[in-house]
């Protein structure tokens, strides 16, 4: 006989798994807390500051776990309805205090965030949290989702100060395929707040599903949750329009300055910069623009040039986080880590490039270099690889192509990253070759050696003479030998130091080390493509220059060896000292005297021109311009910074205020953004 559970007893058991499943939060807070204390060190006892505040996060991370287990208890009367809407309240300004410590607490660290500036934040948090709700008739679900989003977007806006020192911007979401694809060779510090921040939003998430409640009208008003929801949804899509008005930021005095961006995100809040930024998605035209007027421009620079008679190969790398951090100060090291470039003397101009990014965003260097445009007047964060560049665009390359030469770019990567395969063909490259193209290079910890890819260089350019061309050959490298993070790998034992910094005094020193050390391999592999390139007959031009700075952590150190605790805290000037790197020009052969680079600081929107000057090619009207009624009255300009001709240094903020530098604005928008008024002729060889 077949035996079969009472129906009160399949309901009893179904009623224990529900009231069970209650217990679901408490559970996984007790899991999260258990892994916290196991794998981060909280500090228990009396003493510093550090201390104390390590044991109130752990003092309130056992509330919550108490709270996650008494609710439960309570049931779903009315004390539990009380708690919901007590929860309704205060989970929206939870969010944004818990987004905003990620990085600083808002209520005491500077800058103090403005009650004006901190209301429009909250605010946001309680819109999205009433749309939600009357979208889908459940608190538990809004305050749930209310929490999750700044929860995820603060950690990886922490991991992405942490990594390039620079937070997040809505063209950042562009990029995420790349971010994670170097991911795995960084460090994550997972400190006690961290830990703490994710535990009480862990429990905000449990919470909201204990004390939520419904919303929902009978069918015969149901129009009431309807109108509701329009009426919700119009208010949010309102406020997002609102925020990014000139009248919001003028009326609440938002900090404008996209190019501090650790400063602006705690002045302004998180959720309110990354709304208001979204309105650079798209560049608006500069005042006075006009393409006709940029004709008149092209006639007074249009000067027919005549077939060089010489056309030297030209070689160019751009060393990935090469940079010299004796700009930074004074330091001892056990060895020199540019032994052969500092002996480089014969048919060698050497100085300092400032770029416009620094510990990451590599691909703006390379457009700033190939393009002769400027970073400054873009939106700090831009990619414009990604945003701008959709399709062909002049560039040195369709113009050394223009000029007969074969161009090939380099990059052993995966050419998917910062969407290289496309941008390199749009500016005119020949050809392009990527990680695949790298099987059997010789590699450094993860990363293809610069020894690696100067020897597939050199092999391509022999390919070429072998076959029978002859035409003169153009190759931009990125290299990607010294790409962060430097912590410490077993295939990989740095042999130079900062005496002043002990190697194992430190985890921060010990990737300090290995950074120099990386840099001496850098060094090593540049007299291996100098010293090829000097035994062949043709003539031939090798530029190296530095892509950005390592990270914030590795600088630190160095800056407080010369007494510079917060460089961000110090002139302008100085603050510049991070946005330096070095360059160097080396020819086989002896440049004419009228054509040679003077060994001096400049940026990376001359450098391309300096370099085809150098090399005795004709320039295009626009980089003539560039070269000889912009470059000598404003010598340096990056995306913080111009510096005039007396040397003094500007904010980048005032550059529109200048007549040639607003021709400049204008030009560059010719150039990037109005494909369809484009003036070619400016951007072209005269014939």
């Known amino acids: 006989m077949e035996h079969t559970v009472p129906a009160w007893n399949k309901d009893r058991i179904l009623a224990a798994v529900r009231y069970a499943c209650r217990f679901i939060p408490a559970f996984l807070l007790a899991v999260l807390m258990t892994v916290s204390l196991t794998v981060t060190k909280f500090q228990l006892t009396d003493g510093d500051k550090g ?203 938002y900090y404008p300055y996209l190019f501090s961006s650790s400063y602006l995100y705690k002045y302004n809040g998180t959720a309110l910069t990354f709304l208001w930024t979204t309105k650079y998605l ?68 050497k100085g300092n490039v400032y770029v416009s990014v620094k510990g990451g965003n590599t691909p703006n260097s390379e457009f700033e270099f190939l393009s002769g445009t400027s970073m400054a007047y873009l939106p700090t964060g831009s990619i414009p690889f990604q945003q701008y560049i959709n399709s062909e665009m002049p560039s040195m390359v369709s113009q050394l192509e223009e000029l007969g030469y074969g161009t090939t770019a380099m990059h052993p990567y995966p050419a998917s990253g910062w969407e290289r ?85 430190s985890s921060t020193n010990y990737e300090i080390a290995s950074y120099l050390s990386l840099i001496k391999r850098s060094d090593d592999a540049f007299r291996y493509l100098v010293e090829y390139f000097s035994r062949i007959d043709e003539p031939t031009v090798i530029l190296m220059f530095g892509d950005h700075q390592p990270n914030d952590y590795i600088a630190k150190p160095i800056l407080s060896l010369n007494g510079i605790n917060d460089i961000n805290a110090a002139d302008l000037k100085t603050q510049q000292l991070r946005w330096q790197t070095p360059y160097i020009v080396w020819s086989n052969y002896e440049i004419d005297e009228e054509l040679k680079m003077p060994s001096c600081d400049t940026s990376l929107n001359y450098l391309g021109s300096m370099l085809l000057r150098h090399a005795g090619l004709p320039l295009t009207p626009f980089q003539q311009w560039l070269t000889e009624e912009l470059q000598p009255l404003y010598p340096i300009m990056n995306a913080n910074c111009y510096v005039d001709a007396d040397g003094t240094f500007h904010s980048a903020a005032g550059l529109t205020a200048i007549p040639q530098l607003r021709t400049y604005a204008q030009l560059q928008y010719n150039l990037v953004f109005d494909s369809k008024g484009r003036v070619k002729e400016l951007f072209g060889i005269s014939r």
């Open 421 to 505: 395969e496309e941008v390199y063909e749009r500016l005119g490259f020949d050809s392009a070759y990527f990680l695949p193209d790298f099987s059997g290079a010789n590699r450094i910890r993860s990363y293809v050696s610069d020894y690696g890819m100067y020897r597939k260089l050199i092999s391509l350019f022999e390919e070429t003479r072998k076959s029978g061309d002859d035409t003169p050959q153009f190759f931009f490298g990125v290299t990607m030998q010294n790409h962060g993070s430097y912590k410490k790998v077993n295939n990989f034992t740095p042999d130079i130091e900062i005496t002043e910094l002990p190697m194992d005094s």
């Open 51 to 253: 201390s104390k505040v390590d044991s109130l996060y752990l003092v309130l991370m056992i509330l919550m776990l108490g709270a996650s287990v008494i609710v439960p208890i309570l049931g779903r009367g009315r004390i539990n309805s009380v708690i919901g809407g007590i929860a309704y309240v205060i989970f929206p300004f939870l969010c944004f205090f818990l987004l905003e410590y990620y990085s600083h607490n808002p209520f005491k660290d500077s800058p103090v965030m403005k009650d004006g500036i901190m209301m429009l934040n909250v605010l946001f948090f309680y819109l999205l949290c009433l749309t939600i709700t009357f979208l889908t008739t459940r608190s538990d679900v809004a305050l749930a989702v209310t929490a999750v989003v700044p929860m995820l977007f603060g950690f990886a806006n922490y991991l992405a100060s942490s990594f390039r020192d620079a937070p997040i911007y809505p063209w950042d979401i562009l990029s995420f395929g790349t971010a994670v694809s170097v991911l795995d060779n960084y460090k994550i510090e997972m400190t006690s707040r961290l830990w703490f921040i994710l535990y009480t939003f862990v429990f905000m998430i449990g919470f909201a599903f204990l004390v939520g409640f419904r919303f929902k009208m009978e069918r015969r008003r149901i129009w009431v949750n309807f109108a509701a929801a329009a009426v919700s949804l119009s208010l949010f899509v309102g406020f997002f329009f609102y925020v990014r008005s000139d009248s919001a930021e003028k009326k609440y005095g």
């Open 282 to 349: 798209k560049m608006d035209k500069p005042a006075g623009y006009s393409p006709n007027e940029l004709k008149e421009l092209y006639e007074q620079y249009h000067q027919p040039e005549d077939e060089p008679e010489t056309k030297p190969n030209i070689i160019v790398i751009m060393n990935e986080a090469f940079s010299d951090l004796s700009v930074l100060g004074n330091f001892t090291t056990n060895k020199d880590y540019l032994p052969y470039i500092n002996s480089l003397t014969e048919n060698t101009v």
